[in-house]
């Protein structure tokens, strides 16, 4: 994929031949499918969600993660959009999910399916959103490690820590289920909120492709297979960041998923990925720390001076919108982190503002009854 293709790199102003480049073109696989996504969400094929209206719904979450230059971006793509009822819900509906994601509830679905949004659409809408929230935060952090070595002498040279978010407390959720009320590392199930389509209706090719990643038998993959072009660039994407091999440890890949989680709220995110990089990293205890961190509290009190690095980076670039800073990336390059080591942690971040926004927004966690034997 040649450079001029791809929209992060031109938006970002990633210098030629940088180490920033060259880190992305050896992790090539999450940048074409980081492009591919977005060439998934805003190409034709949407018959219920037409490009001005995608459109102009990306530039709104752009430009409110102030990254400017992405929002001209899609206000470019597309002539303005009559604002209609139909149109008016989705706004809102981008807002909750770029801003508090965690305080979604089937209601706002109900809010889209009674204004005309088909349930295809409705999978499409949070895609974007989701997509836009992490495409806006790899330009934001890209574009401060390309400029990292011309920061002025004597700026700022401290920052302020990010605290946990919340998360929710109700007891069941909207099928009468066991919720969890804590942050795990025990395994959870999740209930969509929005009906997932059947695998005996996806074609033939469409069923191979889910069958390919273990998809068929998941509620939460079959309903984002409503959308199945986008849930195959996206599946991609995540792949190519977080299963590759050099650069930032996979358990660090995984820290930065956890931490994400827990700035969003996102209990079942947070379960897989905090057993993922407990057990790779063999640190439990510093996993459980982390998980134990209540809202308003600062995410990396008691950490090494490491992870603190790292849980402090991640947790202001999950914000909306980001306050990440230089500071945090020099931090890191004190402690001999490589570029492509803060690539990684910054794609991986980046990449849990889409997927909790998915999982928080057309679902919920519930606690699985225990299997029993005779």
């Known amino acids: 994929m040649s450079v001029h293709d791809d929209i992060v790199h031109s938006l970002a102003a990633i210098p030629e031949g940088s180490a920033l480049a060259e880190s992305r073109q050896f992790r090539r696989a999450a940048t074409e ?27 709104q979450v752009a430009d409110w993660h102030q990254v400017n230059k992405l929002s001209e971006h899609y206000q470019s793509l597309a002539p303005a959009t009559e604002q209609t009822q139909w149109l008016s819900v989705a706004f809102d509906f981008a807002h909750l999910l770029t801003f508090e994601p965690v305080a979604a509830t089937p209601q706002a679905l109900q809010t889209l399916q009674r204004a005309g949004w088909h349930p295809d659409a ?10 836009v929230s992490f495409q806006s935060r790899l330009i934001y952090g890209f574009n401060l490690l390309a400029n990292s070595s011309s920061r ?4 700022q040279s401290t920052v302020a820590a990010v605290t946990a978010g919340r998360w929710h407390l109700q007891p069941l959720t909207a099928k009468q289920r066991r ?25 033939p090719q469409q069923q191979e492709v889910l069958a390919r990643f273990g998809h068929q038998n998941s509620d939460y993959f079959l309903l ?23 650069g930032l440890s996979r358990a660090e890949r995984e820290l930065a998923a956890t931490v994400v989680s827990k700035v969003n709220g996102c209990i079942y995110c947070a379960s897989v990925h905090a057993r993922k990089a407990s057990q790779l990293s063999k640190q439990p205890e510093e996993i459980a720390l982390l998980l134990q961190v209540q809202p308003g509290d600062i995410l990396s009190a008691g950490q090494s001076e490491r992870w603190q690095a790292e849980i402090e980076l991640v947790a202001a670039l999950s914000l909306t919108p980001p306050r ?37 927004t057309l679902g919920e966690p519930f606690i699985p009854d225990p299997v029993t034997t005779t």
């Open 33 to 59: 499918h980081t492009q591919g996504s977005y060439q998934a969400l805003f190409s034709g094929g949407h018959e219920h969600f037409p490009l001005a209206a995608r459109s102009a719904i990306a530039a």
């Open 122 to 131: 409705i999978v499409t809408l949070a895609q974007l959103i989701a997509f």
């Open 152 to 155: 002025e002498e004597g700026a």
């Open 179 to 203: 919720a969890p009320q804590a942050f795990t590392r025990k395994e959870l199930a999740w209930e969509p909120w929005l009906a997932p389509k059947p695998f005996a209706e996806f074609t």
């Open 224 to 246: 984002l297979g409503r959308d199945q072009p986008v849930l195959e660039q996206r599946t991609l994407t995540d792949k190519g960041i977080f299963y590759t091999a050099g």
């Open 324 to 360: 990440l800073s230089a500071v945090h990336i020099e931090r890191l390059q004190q402690l001999s982190f490589t570029t492509l080591e803060i690539t990684d942690l910054i794609q991986s971040a980046a990449f849990f503002a889409w997927a909790n926004r998915l999982m928080l």
